[in-house]
């Protein structure tokens, strides 16, 4: 397993977007495809989206469905989650995990990057 990292969080207006990246220097054995996660204050982390390497498959939650989309390089090991229509409940710290199946992480996480949505 190699080093994942996350970037492209930051501060935006409610109705902005924002597209997060992550990237893995080496990816976990097997890695079935990549995904997302986000996390607030106090609670567990909860699953966001994943793309399957192999034919690119995306798995979203249904609160961010038809706001939240996926793309991948797979040359590069990286994965790109593209947020349109922000809302104030999407403020988290949001974590990829570079082996994510059946919404489940069996993979190398990175540090996490902020998203927060406020005017």
């Known amino acids: 397993q190699g080093h994942v990292a996350e970037s492209g969080g930051g501060l935006v207006q409610p109705g902005g977007s924002l597209t997060l990246s992550c990237v893995a220097s080496e990816l976990t054995a097997g ?7 986000r996390q607030t204050s106090g609670k567990v982390r909860e699953f966001v989206a994943s793309i399957k390497w192999d034919d690119g498959i995306i798995d979203i939650i249904d609160s961010v469905k038809g706001r939240f989309t996926l793309s991948k390089d797979n040359a590069k090991n990286t994965v790109y989650l593209q947020m349109n229509t922000l809302k104030p409940e999407d403020t988290a710290v949001y974590y990829c995990n ?3 199946a059946t919404r489940e992480p069996f993979g190398s996480w990175g ?3 902020q998203v927060t949505v406020s005017s």
């Open 111 to 113: 540090q996490g990057t």
């Open 98 to 100: 570079d082996d994510v």
């Open 31 to 37: 890695s079935y495809g990549m995904g997302w996660f």
